[in-house]
């Protein structure tokens, strides 16, 4: 079935850094991919999403690039904010079907500090 | 703001009270999902509502039982929980029809705790 593998973290980084979060994933056909955000005591907001092959998904400054060769949608931002902080979900569509069911990864707490 | 309203947002209950989740959109989307998210982890899919029928059930006790009495308003109903069941219960919508790229619109939850 389909699989999303994510860094775990937690990941801390003082406030202006570089961001990577990488995530890979195990699918079949042509599935989409996104970045849900978690902020404390909320429900997921979408972040960004890539539909194909080479489409990079932006967002707030974010961006992840749909990379089929390498089955990867790493997660960057060239200079983050202490109201970055959130947890990060990468997640997959099931590939092939018109049921839309969502398999994420587990998830990745990101702390910035000032 | 959300687009998806969920009440209450904390509920505490014993094991053998009764009571209900609602959900409400007003996006026009006609996929609505219930998830079970427990702390630290990714949500669970529970159950998804397609043009309000019940397309997918992901082996759920009996103990939840979903209702989807018009396009706009999503239901759980809950009966007999246990301690474990205790969790940050999530609904979503989705514009259909679809192939996987419409994007789920979480609500900020209700937080479930079965004492």
């Known amino acids: 079935g389909d699989s999303v593998t994510q860094m775990e973290g937690p990941v801390t980084l003082s406030e202006e850094a570089f961001l990577t979060i990488n995530c890979t994933y195990t699918?079949?056909?042509?599935?989409?991919l996104f970045w849900y955000v978690q902020y404390p005591g909320e429900g997921l907001q979408l972040l960004l999403k890539?539909?194909?092959?080479?489409d990079k998904g932006s967002n707030k400054g974010f961006e992840a690039t749909y990379r089929k060769e390498t089955t990867s949608f790493h997660l960057e931002k060239g200079s983050v904010q202490v109201s970055d902080s959130a947890v990060y979900f990468c997640a997959t569509t099931n590939s092939g079907g018109s049921n839309y069911k969502l398999t994420f990864g587990k998830g990745t707490l990101l702390t910035v500090n000032p | 703001d959300t687009e998806v309203t969920q009440t209450p947002k904390h509920l505490v209950m014993g094991m053998t009270n009764k009571k209900s989740l609602k959900c409400e959109q007003h996006?026009?989307?006609?996929?609505m999902y219930w998830y079970k998210q427990k702390a630290k982890k990714p949500p669970e899919l529970m159950f998804v509502y397609s043009y309000e029928k019940l397309s997918i059930n992901e082996s759920v006790p009996s103990r939840f039982s979903p209702e989807c009495p018009n396009s706009s308003l999503l239901n759980l109903h809950l009966h007999a929980l246990q301690p474990e069941d205790s969790a940050l219960y999530l609904c979503a919508s989705s514009r259909l029809p679809d192939r996987g790229n419409s994007p789920l619109h979480f609500g900020n939850g209700t937080r479930l705790t079965v004492t």
């Open positions: 890539a539909t194909k092959a080479d």
């Open positions: 699918a079949t056909g042509y599935p989409s």
């Open positions: 996006m026009g989307h006609r996929a």
